[in-house]
């Protein structure tokens, strides 16, 4: 399970502790107020923020003082991070070995896995010439590929209309649980949350409270996620 053991960040002034364990194998939504320390959560977990004190645990071990690359996490961000000069397949093979000399089992991982995202006879394509949400299905294809426990989404379809949005949330329900992994995704839309997460953890005023069942928790907000989601 992943388990923040008093978990404390500050930064410029910015405060947020946090205190809990995740069970493996749930979908976890994370939802709040814009600035409340959702992707700072995210991103502590990745490795990319140091906590002011305080632990993250994956399955029992210490994982706070990794390198990012040693973590056991894979995360998306808004933008999908695909390099634009690179096909839909050299974008995925990073994810197995960034100098890209795969082996013929390793090449057909990726191909494997962008057949698996739907992405089949789109191998050569470069960003460009794909869709936004064909590009972000070659953003899962790369998720796959790594075969890392912990997947962290943080808000990787907001550039995308509600039904393609729908399509790939329900994708990335499919493929993690295919995979048996962790998920936790930043939204600041309920619906998302609603569709995709068993649970949902509420960031607010300075705390990431435990997380609560989804559709409980949207059902009977407290005051500061009511006024959030303008109720």
Known sequence: MLTFDGLQIRLDGFE??????VEPGTRTAVIGPSGSGKSTLLNVIAGFVTPTSGRVLWQGHEITGKDPGA???????????????MTAFQNVAIGI????????????????????????????RKPGALSGGQQSRVVLARVLVQRRPLVLLDEPFTALGPALRDEMLDLVAELVSGAGATLLMVTHDPADALR????????????????????????????????????
């Not at 947020?16 to 364990?21: D, E, K, P, T, V």
């Not at 973590?71 to 634009?84: A, K």
């Open 97 to 124: 070995r960034p100098s890209q000399r795969l082996s013929l089992q390793e090449r057909a991982r990726v191909t494997d896995a962008l057949n698996q995202v739907g992405l089949e006879g789109m191998e050569q």
């Open 71 to 85: 973590r056991p996490v894979s995360i998306v961000f808004q933008d999908n991070n695909l390099f634009p000069h």
């Open 196 to 231: 995709i997460a068993d649970q949902t953890i509420l960031v607010a005023q300075g705390i990431a409270h435990p997380p609560q069942p989804t559709a409980a928790l949207l059902a009977d907000p407290p005051a500061v996620l009511r006024e959030y989601l303008g109720r």
């Open 16 to 21: 947020l502790r946090a205190g809990f364990s």
